[in-house]
């Protein structure tokens, strides 16, 4: 341009901040917007809107501040973008109290927010874990003649799940499903995954349901989450149908998926089916994980094949606590205190951390057999 005699103007200038904000370059954007000044070329609403976002974005809220009280002594009018970036930007550096009065102040003077507004203010009282505020914000957006979208609705839905009031989350996603919105994969993903940890099995079956019934395009860890939800249903012929479902739309199962069958066939009972499905990744090429192993551990003690449980924990290369919790377990149950004993000791010997419940029982139950030399040494 300088070659060619054309001189840059504030477009230019505001297009280049531009680009480096959104690559997170405050320095350049910093360069640039001083070098507007030293050419006489007077900023705009967008420079400095531009500028305050940076500052926010690249966490530094005091000098994001700055640049709005610029804009307000400089005598620039500032319009909805600009109350928006200043609300963002206080809500994502920590700040949302006082962006709330900053709200409230500007609707008090005339300020009339858009949906985005409310999304950003609803985002940051989520993360401050107030679903009550936000729901009363949703309130307001309604009263306002705007129409909440699928982010509004996913944001509160997720701050009532992870504050444990599952029941208004679900009445959420059923208000958002009334309104047309659907959830991509990963949203429910995340809902299903929240009501598993909350032991709500049937709403999360709902779930599922309704993202079959939605014909969302399903990944692998969209599949493996809902696999897992059928193997602890106790649903297994749903996951194997799920697992061929995968692979025929050109998935492939990964270590996560075949584990996730081998805990269900445990906890299920099938060992059989679990230590079969064992051989059938090694045929794969896929090495079975720890993870994999303790499951398997765990079944077998739980049914009481102890010397089937001993003969894998001796074939393990790695071990951790759950590996050990369950030989001890399954040894105390099976009575075979002396085994326990020895067992815990290495423990100790080998570093491994054990449950102190473990410890009790291993010495409760030398005590009842009459072996209080050995608890003594345990202790």
């Not at 993360?127 to 003649?145: F, H, I, N, Q, Y």
Request: aromatic share 8%.
């Amino acid at each position: 341009m300088q070659e060619s005699g054309i001189r840059p103007d504030v477009i230019t200038y505001n297009s280049l901040i531009s680009g480096a904000a959104r690559n997170g370059l405050l320095s350049r954007c910093t360069a640039l917007f001083g070098e507007m000044l030293a050419s006489d070329i007077f900023p705009d609403i967008w420079s400095y809107n531009t500028l305050m976002h940076c500052y926010f974005k690249s966490g530094k809220p005091h000098e994001g501040y700055r640049i709005f009280r610029d804009i307000l002594l400089k005598g620039i009018p500032p319009g909805p973008a600009t109350f928006n970036i200043l609300m963002n930007g206080l809500c994502t550096n920590g700040y949302t109290k006082n962006a709330m009065k900053l709200f409230r102040n500007l609707k008090q003077q005339g300020f009339i927010p858009q949906l985005v507004t409310y999304n950003i203010l609803i985002n940051g009282i989520c993360k401050l874990g107030w679903p009550a505020s936000a729901r009363t914000l949703l309130k307001e957006l309604v009263e306002m003649g705007h129409t909440p979208n699928s982010v509004t609705y996913t944001t509160i839905m997720k701050c009532f799940f992870s504050s444990r009031r599952y029941g208004e989350g679900l009445q959420i996603l059923r208000d958002m499903r009334s309104k047309g919105y659907v959830f991509d994969s990963h949203g429910y993903c995340t809902v299903i995954s929240c009501l598993l940890k909350a032991g709500k099995t049937e709403e999360a079956l709902e779930c599922v349901d309704n993202m079959i019934s939605y014909e969302i395009d399903l990944d692998m860890v969209t599949y493996n989450n809902i696999i897992n939800l059928y193997c602890k249903s106790g649903k297994m012929e749903d996951a194997f149908f799920l697992v061929k479902d995968a692979e025929r739309r050109g998935l492939e199962c990964d270590i996560y998926t075949h584990t996730i069958l081998i805990d269900g066939m445990c906890k299920a009972g099938d060992i059989e089916g679990a230590l079969k499905h064992l051989d059938h990744m090694n045929k794969l090429g896929i090495v079975p994980n720890l993870v994999a192993f303790n499951c398997f551990i765990d079944g077998l003690c739980k049914a009481g094949h102890i010397d089937e449980a001993l003969e894998v924990f001796n074939s393990m290369a790695e071990k951790d606590g759950f590996t050990y919790s369950s030989m001890l377990n399954g040894l105390c149950k099976s009575k075979r205190f002396r085994e326990a004993s020895e067992l815990l000791l290495s423990c100790g010997r080998r570093g491994v951390e054990v449950l102190k419940s473990d410890k009790e029982a291993v010495i409760n139950g030398l005590c009842r057999s009459g072996l209080t030399h050995e608890a003594k040494k345990i202790q």
